[in-house]
C-alpha cells in the first residue's frame, strides 16, 4: 500500500512538472497566428431569451430563460 501510494503522488508530481513547464513555454512564445489586415472576426456566444414581466397581480415577477 505504501509503494501504491507513493508512485500515486510521483506521479501526480511529474504531471503537475510536466504541464507547468509547457504552460510556461506557451506564455513565454506567445507564438499565435496572425490575422491579416482587415479580418472581421465573429463570436459566437449562447443566446439568451427573456420575457417580460406579466401585468396584474403578478407584475413584478419577470423570469429568464436560457436556450440550450
Do not use: D, H, K, W
Not at 482587415?38 to 397581480?57: D, F, H, K, Y
Amino acid at each position: 500500500m505504501r509503494r501504491l501510494g507513493m508512485a500515486v503522488f510521483g506521479s501526480v508530481i511529474a504531471a503537475a512538472v510536466v504541464l507547468g513547464g509547457v504552460g510556461a513555454y506557451g506564455q513565454l512564445t506567445s507564438n499565435s497566428a496572425p490575422l491579416e489586415p482587415n479580418t472581421l472576426v465573429i463570436e459566437r456566444e449562447p443566446a439568451r431569451r427573456t420575457t417580460s414581466a406579466r401585468t396584474g397581480c403578478c407584475a413584478r415577477r419577470s423570469t429568464t430563460r436560457r436556450r440550450g
